[in-house]
């Protein structure tokens, strides 16, 4: 895109909010940026964000030399800690607690509801472009979002007001504009290289709880529908896959042990219920079980205190 700079300098952030957060690479003989985006992210189309986040697309555009350091964007992620939102999370992230909702999204939540404890979040990656003469927001959303019809997003995320008469707010040379990649994640082989271009203690193993999370998010209705279908042993041998896959929050755990109390009292296997109830009940001690809709053995084997 003709005209638009991108200003990749941790020294801005000093005046505009922003997260900058990326590992080194240098550019070997032969090697394109398509190539160097599908190894680190999996989409040789993210080359547009190392050309962005290197300055690589400015006055016309140039192509990276053997030799070359490049910059490498990465997201980052945070484990939430008790009495945490998302606004004071975005505030604290994203320079503005307004916002909340591209990380609540980006998180598949919602800005009104606060992010669950001990849930790993993403913090999106967030490149500075500087407009040139005759840029235009759809075509910023089109290089960096891949579609010209979310520029009402990057419209709202800096804070840009319409018009008076309605309609969008043309760029003027020299205007700022951040742009979260919120769909920005590294390959196994971008974290690799992340580890080895000398990123820091948390970022080392950065993400990994959160696939974790996710993957147990996808597995949680697999569970249900085994339980509520009869195959219990399924269940039992989903279940506890699940609760060695790795770090889950407390109301994944919480669902996992009540689904396994159900699976472990129809094969009459009392011990493991029993111990299936006790974990449940020590996450939601205050969860009844419904006299109607329960049966009277799974109350037996997880009566309430």
């Not at 995320?157 to 309605?166: A, F, H, M, Q, S």
């Not at 580890?195 to 993400?207: F, K, N, V």
């Amino acid at each position: 895109m003709k005209g638009v700079r991108i200003a990749f300098l941790a020294g801005f952030c000093m005046i505009i909010p922003c997260n900058v957060h990326a590992f080194p690479h240098v550019v070997k003989p032969g090697e394109s940026l398509a190539q160097i985006a599908q190894r680190v992210y999996g989409d040789p189309k993210m080359e547009t964000v190392l050309a962005g986040a290197n300055a690589l697309d400015s006055e016309g555009g140039s192509a990276p030399v053997a030799g070359m350091r490049l910059e490498i964007p990465a997201p980052r992620f945070h484990i939430v800690v008790a009495g945490e939102t998302w606004p004071a999370l975005s505030s604290q992230w994203l320079g503005d607690a307004k916002r909340a909702d591209v990380l609540a999204r980006a998180n598949h939540g919602v800005s009104w509801i606060a992010p669950e404890e001990g849930r790993e979040v993403l913090i999106p990656y967030v490149l500075t472009v500087i407009a040139g003469e005759g840029d235009r927001m759809d075509q910023i959303a089109r290089r960096y979002l891949g579609d010209p019809n979310r520029a009402w997003e990057l419209d709202a995320y800096n804070g840009r007001k319409p018009t008076g008469n309605g309609q969008a707010r043309p760029l003027v040379r020299g205007e700022v504009i951040l742009v979260p990649l919120v769909n920005l994640m590294l390959t196994d082989a971008g974290k690799s290289e992340a580890r080895l271009g000398g990123e820091t203690t948390r970022d080392e193993a950065a993400g990994a709880t959160l696939d974790i999370q996710r993957r147990a998010e996808a597995e949680l209705p697999l569970l249900q529908a085994d339980v509520a279908a009869g195959r219990y042993v399924e269940a039992v041998s989903r279940g506890n896959k699940i609760l060695g896959s790795g770090e889950l929050t407390r109301s994944q755990l919480a669902l996992v042990h009540r689904a396994l109390l159900d699976a472990y009292v129809a094969l009459d296997a009392t011990a493991a219920a029993q111990g299936a109830c006790a974990a449940w009940r020590a996450i939601e001690p205050k969860k009844r079980l419904d006299p109607i809709s329960v049966s009277p053995k799974i109350r037996a084997a997880c009566p309430q205190k």
